[in-house]
């Protein structure tokens, strides 16, 4: 069962939790922590000591002489660096007393990560709505648009993620890709379901493919044995699928010709759609991860990933009603004028 952090959630962030180690050559639960983390700022450390800042599980603040082995866990509030404000505004779709549903911008990161504390989608909304217990349901990638489904109230929270882990939410996808060649034989080649293996390794920031038997490749990605309930173990085969279906060909803003196209994944590996786009020989404008990886650069705001969660549908396990909720924003490279016939 996850602990509950005797802390409050300040300027919407969580309190940081530690684990501890019961032994050691650390006399105390202060000299662990310089160790670990004196590089970074000893003085500040021991000042939050003396603050009262560093808390155990029943919120009781410890000293510079608490002995380690005394707690298992402690709390405390990270420095927060200073910030540069994105040049993105989130909106809100929806909210009740149990749901928020957020139209997110590109660049903004769903929840804090790395450099992003305040400017990220869930900070924003938690000071916005003075909501501190808002959580997500779901994430967007940093540089994905969309729809984001939060939950407000923690003792209906578990219905809403259930939801997602029973794959009883319906989401739809909007993308543009540029390509080269003849307009009708790029038409033709939707619609068309891709499926593969993708795996994803902590620290590495991308996904790789991985291959399966042909004997394999038959079975349903994911294919739950029991209704309700999520394949549990490794499945043979593909585990990603997604059906990519044409909007419309014409060119962009700056006369390329481009496609646009919606994606319905029928499952949820990271990075799926952009991946399953670039083994198309589509990959989607200013993806700098696929299909192939770029060095890291500053953002260019002129130049957002053209990826966009357009829509999240399903049915309230509150309320019993129908909900869809859809994102207003427009992909920029979308086409605004027909490609000429070749």
């Known amino acids: 069962m996850p602990l509950n952090s005797p802390l409050p959630v300040r ?6 939790r530690l684990h501890l180690p019961e032994t050691g050559p650390w006399p105390t639960v202060h000299h662990y922590l310089l160790e670990r983390f004196g590089h970074i700022d000893p003085a500040g450390i021991t000042a939050r000591f003396h603050a009262g800042e560093v808390v155990d599980s029943a919120g009781a603040p410890l000293s510079i002489s608490t002995p380690l082995g005394a707690t298992e866990f402690i709390w405390y509030y990270r420095n927060l660096p200073d910030e540069t404000p994105l040049p993105v505004t989130e909106e ?9 549903a957020a139209d997110k911008p590109h660049f903004l990161p769903t929840t804090p990560a790395g450099r992003y504390v305040q400017e990220s989608l869930l900070v924003r909304l938690r000071n916005r709505l003075d909501a501190p217990d808002l959580t997500p349901i779901h994430r967007l990638d940093r540089g994905t648009a969309g729809v984001v489904l939060f939950a407000k109230n923690p003792a209906t929270r578990g219905q809403y993620q259930l939801l997602f882990e029973r794959r009883q939410v ?19 080649r939707f619609p068309v379901t891709v499926r593969n293996r993708i795996t994803k390794t902590k620290g590495v920031l991308t996904s790789q493919l991985l291959p399966y038997p042909v004997q394999d490749s038959g079975r349903n990605p994911q294919q739950s044995p029991l209704r309700g309930r999520a394949r549990r173990g490794n499945s043979p085969g593909a585990n990603a699928s997604s059906r990519i279906e044409l909007l419309q060909l014409g060119q962009n803003r700056a006369g390329r010709p481009v496609v646009h196209l919606q994606l319905t994944p029928h499952t949820g590996k990271t990075h799926q759609l952009r991946i399953h786009l670039a083994m198309l020989g589509l990959g989607i404008m200013h993806d700098r991860f696929y299909p192939q990886l770029l060095d890291d650069a500053p953002d260019d705001f002129d130049a957002p990933l053209q990826l966009l969660a357009r829509t999240i549908s399903f049915t309230d396990p509150i309320s019993g009603s129908a909900r869809r909720f859809s994102s207003t924003r427009r992909l920029v490279e979308a086409p605004v004028s027909t490609v000429p016939e070749v």
């Not at 809100?92 to 928020?100: G, R, T």
Request: avoid cysteine; proline fraction near 3%; charged fraction near 25%.
């Open 11 to 16: 300027r919407g962030v969580n309190a940081t």
């Open 92 to 100: 809100i779709l929806f909210e009740d007393e149990h749901l928020v």
């Open 170 to 188: 319906a989401k739809s996808y909007e993308a543009v890709s540029a390509f080269s060649g003849d307009p009708q034989r790029t038409a033709a």
